[in-house]
């Protein structure tokens, strides 16, 4: 299929691009954002407006320069690969699991392995992380989380640090299983404000060498940011520019733009990371990434807000992978498979199967059509000739399995059909997934050593 590297659809114009800039800049300047940390201040003064007594700090328009200039010169290359690509990563550590069996409930480490082999079988999964918070093991909910990231994931894998108890057990796991250290995510809390607790545990990952990304916000249209769409966009830039900033200062590295404005449904309070109000303001970023030399990202492209598997999970899934290909620069699009809604609250392992076949599908049709002499086959049409059939000839019966398309999920028989057809093949082929051996990627001296380490720091025993 034709892919132009050169061609860009844009939301934004330049002109509106430049206006989302300039306000961003006047609010950092003018306004600024609320730190409350005094070891932050204090150091933040030498460059920053500071109120050590409201802890807030406005942000000279110089420094904001300096910082994007900086940003500017690093050379960031868009990867395009040889084909367009749908993968799926497992992850977004969900407080929830839709179980057929019992119902919407409270995932446990258990749930969160169970995941991990399935993402651990399946081709499409490219990043293979923790897609259930495992609630048996509070309040170390994330250092048993990287348990089993670390022992059970034969694929790179990842979890999010939510204390600060948790950072050097984890760094501690990390080099005994030969990966690299882990990164905190610092989120900024909308609208302009760090949380507390979440720069506490900044500090003191930095002291102890992890790095941070500060900001990344989650802007909530009509919530935590204006009702105009083009307001809430405005004040997310503003927040991640704060963060970007931050990450300047304290030297840590600027991978990317990071801010995820989302809606929300008013009538219920959850937040909607499908609705085409997130889509749009989410499109809109790749224009942004490029005004400011990074490389075009959004957040929630690829996301549901369906709480359950089914039509809209399968079709929101789809409508915003699409659309995440069409506003990118690159072939390949990844989304999180395996989340549910609302607001990427819950997760499934049966929609983790669900999720391959989606990828399986649209990389099916991004294979597009080869044209040449010999897949014309001009010789055998002639052979055939009018009134004939291919169905048995050597040709198609030699290329058949790998040209034609033989979905599992959604596969079906005309004698034999349910309304839920899907669903049935689904729960069938996870158990099939999670009949088959656990994944040990590791020696089991090390892989006792970091289940010490977890158990000796939380006082939770676990096997898994």
Known sequence: ????????????????????????????????????????????????????????????????????????????????????????????????????????????LEDAEKAVRIGNQIDEVSGNGILFLPMDCIPYQDLWGWVVALTRSIKPSSAPILKKESLKPVVEMCEISGRKKPTYQCFISSP??????????????????????F????????????????????????????????????????????????????????????????????????????????????????????????????????FTSLISLIVFD?????FRIGVLGPAGSCGCLEQMVIDAEICRTLNKFFEGIEVSENNINYELIKEVGIGGSFIDKEDTILKMRKIMFFPEIFSFFMNNISINFEIENAIKKTKELLKREKFHPLSEDKEKEIFKIAQKVSGIKKEI
């Not at 802890?55 to 960031?76: A, G, N, T």
């Not at 949380?195 to 990304?213: F, H, K, R």
């Open 1 to 108: 299929m034709y892919f132009d590297p050169k061609s860009e659809y844009k939301v934004l114009s330049k002109k509106e691009i430049e206006k989302i800039h300039y306000f961003s800049l006047k609010i950092l300047s003018e306004i600024g954002v609320k730190i409350p940390d005094d070891r932050f201040l204090k150091i933040l003064s030498s460059r920053c407006i500071v109120d050590f007594t409201n802890k807030i700090v406005k942000f000279p328009l110089p420094l904001i320069e300096e910082v994007l200039d900086s940003i500017k010169k690093e050379k960031r290359e868009i990867e395009i690969g040889e084909k367009i690509e749908i993968k799926g990563s497992v992850g977004g550590f969900t407080p929830n699991i839709y179980d057929f069996e019992r119902g919407r409930r409270k995932p446990v």
């Open 215 to 318: 900001g990344t916000p989650m802007t909530v249209l009509g919530a935590t940011g204006p009702i105009e769409i083009a307001g809430t966009i405005t004040l997310c830039n503003a927040e991640t520019i704060s963060g970007w900033i931050l990450n300047y200062i304290f030297n840590q590295p600027i991978k990317g733009y990071g801010g995820n404005p989302v809606s929300i449904d008013m009538r219920t309070g959850c937040g909607n990371y499908a609705n085409p109000l997130t889509v749009i303001m989410n499109s809109a970023i790749p224009d942004l990434c490029r005004f400011y030399g990074l490389l075009p990202e959004g957040g929630h492209l690829g996301d549901t807000d369906s709480p359950v598997p089914g039509i809209k999970a399968a079709f929101e899934r789809v």
């Open 330 to 334: 690159t072939k390949r699009i990844s």
């Open 192 to 213: 302009l404000r760090y949380p507390e607790d979440a720069l506490d545990i900044a500090y003191e990952a930095i002291n102890i060498g992890i790095n941070v990304n």
